[in-house]
């Protein structure tokens, strides 16, 4: 299948000033300091749905690049996202690795200006958003994006923003980041479109308002708090707690707790009529030399449904076919990681889950909802950092969902596989 992709040459235009730096102004950190790099990534992805398939194997990335800050005042920088379809039926669209109608795209993603006093930074225009401050060395990342505004970045390019955002710390602790978001490139999109066209609104289109602040008390501990507005469309308040304690150098514990109130706002232009509900989960982790165990439990008032609109996450129960946030639903999660290199496959590692999902209702009709019980894996090879492929990974994902309607049980099967390529050129 040919790919139909337009990429105009004012991209490349661009991003040629980024690709470069002058040896003669070596001492410029403008361009001394300027970097460049790659984000190769190639994806296979078929899911076996009850009534229908999606299937795609896509080809593309991303190409970055960014400059040093102009008396340590100002830098701009620039991505040029791509997918291509290597193989796509057009009769198994729907993967969200490649435009509707399984075609490739090519759209400038990011394209910025960042202003720096001091410490803090305005970022202008065309920008990915969600700084994630849970980072501690050898636990388990929880979900790609830990907000409600972020990258979610799970096919082929992430989210990306239009937008002017604030941000930096305050103190030694604490950071927050503030801002107006008025437009958003969906995962396998090549134009931006509002925040409120996103959500699913049709009639209307307005930008939203956030502002947050993350504040770390002490080493591996954090606490976030976020407020999100999308006028006439929808509300977010978003606080989580993430604590992990060492009790040797190979073995730790790991306590975390979300709340998350949504609910509609003005004109109710979502759903054509107001709602509100809740969602609240709590998580722990045990990890031990190569072994880690994990667990959560979720649940969600029966309002309406939770709506992660632009980010993959931050529900503890985020799952590859279906996250568990329905109307009324009780979840829960249970799984392990082995690190392999004790086995003798040094580089390899394997993940195992299960999630469960129960007395979830329809909001309108207060009708029951099928049971959901889902079973993810994932086996995970990444090249050592003295390798020629340093910073590849490659990873094989195997999930298959129940869906129990009491009467008939549907069965959803989801098998991927992935190379990623983080590659700098300086």
Do not use: C
Not at 74 to 91: K, W
């Amino acid at each position: 299948m040919l790919a139909r992709v337009k990429l105009p040459a004012a991209l490349l235009v661009a991003l040629g000033p980024l690709l470069a730096t002058s040896a003669a102004a070596a001492e410029d950190s403008f361009t001394a300091d300027a970097k460049a790099g790659a984000q190769f990534r190639t994806l296979y992805f078929n899911r076996d749905l009850p009534t229908r398939i999606q299937e795609s194997w896509a080809a593309g990335g991303w190409l970055w690049g960014r400059t040093g800050y102009w008396r340590d005042f100002l830098s701009f920088g620039g991505t040029l996202y791509a997918s291509l379809p290597l193989y796509g039926p057009n009769d198994r669209d729907g993967t969200l690795s490649l435009k509707p109608g399984q075609d490739g795209y090519g759209v400038l993603g990011e394209a910025y200006a960042k202003l720096k006093v001091s410490d803090q930074t305005l970022t202008l225009y065309r920008q990915t958003i969600g700084t994630n401050p849970q980072k501690a060395e050898g636990v388990r990342g929880i979900q790609t994006d830990m907000n409600y505004l972020g990258s979610r970045d799970i096919r082929m390019t992430p989210l990306s923003y239009e937008a002017a955002m604030l941000g930096g710390p305050i103190g030694e602790a604490l950071r927050y980041e503030a801002g107006y978001v008025s437009k958003v490139k969906d995962l396998n999109a090549d134009k931006f479109v509002s925040m409120s066209r996103l959500a699913g609104v049709t009639t209307k289109d307005t930008g939203m308002w956030t502002g947050g602040l993350q504040w770390s008390p002490q080493k591996d501990a954090w606490v976030q708090g976020f407020y999100y507005s999308v006028e006439d469309t929808i509300r977010i308040g978003y606080v989580d707690v993430d604590w992990v304690t060492r009790t040797s150098k190979d073995s730790y514990y790991r306590v975390a707790a979300q709340y998350t109130d949504q609910r509609s706002d003005g004109a109710n232009l979502l759903l054509g009529r107001a709602f509100k509900t809740w969602n609240a989960g709590l998580y722990g982790e045990l990890g031990w030399n190569w072994f880690k165990a994990y667990g959560a439990l979720g649940g969600t008032g029966d309002g309406e449904q939770i709506r992660n609109l632009y980010s993959f996450g931050p529900f503890y129960i985020t799952q590859r076919i279906k996250t568990f946030s329905r109307a009324g639903e009780e979840a829960a999660l249970l799984g392990t990681t082995f690190d392999l290199a004790g086995a003798g496959l040094p580089g390899f590692s394997f993940d195992f889950n299960i999630s469960d999902g129960r007395h979830a209702v329809d909001p309108v009709t207060r009708a029951g909802q099928p049971k959901w019980r889902e079973y993810d894996t994932d086996l995970v090879y990444r090249f050592a950092k003295e390798s020629a492929l340093a910073g590849m990974r490659l990873r094989f994902r195997w999930g298959r969902l129940y869906e129990d309607f009491g009467t008939r049980v549907d069965r959803t099967d989801d098998t991927r596989f992935d190379v990623n390529w983080a590659i700098g050129f300086n």
